[in-house]
């Protein structure tokens, strides 16, 4: 690779921001995960005193035919029907009787029947109904929680404080382009990106804005100059991928591509031909630039 970084910033001079070392479960998490459970698993009641929310079965004496029916619904404090009938129900025992008067006349209505929808209190009894083994109780179903979701977002941030840092060394450092080599990735980056949005159905030469089409080579110079910036960071992304791990770059696509390929069942060759090499460099530089610099962000995790 003729680009390279001609000196090199000290990312350990960097100081990565709380918010980026931070990764533990809140308290508030595990409530508002809780308060979720109760609402799937609401439940319904018939109740005898209408309020705002409930459901509500009248039968209708009108002289306006369609709110003349021996089975009318309301939904009071929803906004479904005239407000002057919701708010009639307000209060309404069953069997009890209420006027309206709206703009097509008077209507009578007596409750027949008062359905409350009510979340299931938040206690044992809720989260066994998750079914998870071990778990009984609400001090168990936290415990079990902040396992689960733990590791993953512990892996997030310490991804999240690598990609500060090589960002980190990216601004800081004096790189230096070979102008002609960022021209053919570029381009073989957005061939690539070109072929797999018209795949997916996306054109990239319908406008944003306006309504005059791009063409085929409009579309690609735009998606050229989006694209400038990713040049620069796989520059510092392969230059810290081999330094850190003493490959080349050939070697560590080669790597990336066989563990691929392995898992889905596919030859490396059948990879390759899904995608530009820009773009196949580009996401194996990030990944091992990124996963090296993990025992090095470690040590800022969140205790």
């Given at each position: 690779?003729?680009?390279?970084?001609?000196?090199?910033?000290?990312?350990?001079?960097?100081?990565?921001?709380e918010e980026l070392r931070l990764w533990r479960v809140k308290?508030?998490?595990?409530?508002?995960?809780?308060?979720?459970?109760?609402?799937?698993?609401?439940?319904?009641?018939?109740?005898?005193?209408?309020?705002?929310?409930?459901?509500?079965?009248?039968?209708?004496?009108?002289?306006?035919?369609?709110?003349?029916?021996?089975?009318?619904?309301?939904?009071?404090?929803?906004?479904?029907?005239?407000?002057?009938?919701?708010?009639?129900?307000?209060?309404?025992?069953?069997?009890?009787?209420?006027?309206?008067?709206?703009?097509?006349?008077?209507?009578?209505?007596?409750?027949?029947?008062?359905?409350?929808?009510?979340?299931?209190?938040?206690?044992?009894?809720?989260?066994?109904?998750?079914?998870?083994?071990?778990?009984?109780?609400?001090?168990?179903?936290?415990?079990?929680?902040?396992?689960?979701?733990?590791?993953?977002?512990?892996?997030?941030?310490?991804?999240?404080?690598?990609?500060?840092?090589?960002?980190?060394?990216?601004?800081?450092?004096?790189?230096?382009?070979?102008?002609?080599?960022?021209?053919?990735?570029?381009?073989?980056?957005?061939?690539?990106?070109?072929?797999?949005?018209?795949?997916?159905?996306?054109?990239?030469?319908?406008?944003?804005?306006?309504?005059?089409?791009?063409?085929?080579?409009?579309?690609?110079?735009?998606?050229?100059?989006?694209s400038e910036p990713f040049f620069d960071a796989y520059v510092?992304?392969?230059?810290?991928?081999?330094?850190?791990?003493?490959?080349?770059?050939?070697?560590?696509?080669?790597?990336?591509?066989?563990?691929?390929?392995?898992?889905?069942?596919?030859?490396?060759?059948?990879?390759?031909?899904?995608?530009?090499?820009?773009?196949?460099?580009g996401k194996f530089a990030m990944e091992r630039a990124m996963?090296?610099?993990?025992?090095?962000?470690?040590?800022?995790?969140?205790?």
């Amino acid at each position: 690779m003729k680009s390279t970084i001609t000196h090199l910033y000290d990312y350990k001079q960097s100081v990565i921001p709380e918010e980026l070392r931070l990764w533990r479960v809140k308290d508030q998490e595990v409530r508002e995960r809780l308060e979720t459970l109760s609402r799937n698993h609401a439940f319904e009641a018939d109740v005898e005193q209408v309020q705002p929310g409930d459901s509500v079965a009248c039968r209708g004496e009108s002289g306006a035919a369609r709110w003349n029916r021996e089975t009318l619904l309301f939904y009071p404090g929803r906004g479904l029907c005239p407000p002057e009938l919701e708010d009639a129900c307000v209060g309404a025992k069953v069997g009890d009787t209420r006027t309206a008067d709206t703009a097509e006349g008077q209507v009578k209505l007596t409750v027949k029947r008062i359905v409350r929808r009510s979340n299931m209190p938040i206690g044992d009894e809720l989260v066994t109904l998750e079914g998870i083994d071990g778990v009984e109780t609400v001090e168990d179903y936290d415990r079990w929680y902040r396992e689960d979701k733990g590791a993953f977002y512990r892996q997030r941030a310490s991804y999240q404080c690598a990609h500060f840092l090589l960002e980190e060394i990216q601004k800081n450092s004096t790189l230096a382009i070979d102008e002609n080599e960022k021209a053919q990735w570029l381009w073989d980056r957005v061939n690539g990106l070109y072929d797999a949005l018209m795949a997916a159905g996306l054109d990239p030469k319908i406008p944003q804005e306006g309504f005059d089409f791009l063409t085929e080579e409009q579309a690609k110079e735009k998606m050229y100059k989006e694209s400038e910036p990713f040049f620069d960071a796989y520059v510092v992304q392969a230059y810290m991928a081999e330094k850190l791990s003493g490959q080349t770059m050939d070697d560590i696509c080669q790597e990336g591509l066989e563990k691929l390929a392995e898992e889905h069942g596919m030859t490396v060759e059948q990879l390759r031909a899904t995608s530009s090499e820009a773009m196949i460099y580009g996401k194996f530089a990030m990944e091992r630039a990124m996963e090296l610099l993990e025992p090095y962000v470690e040590q800022f995790l969140e205790a």
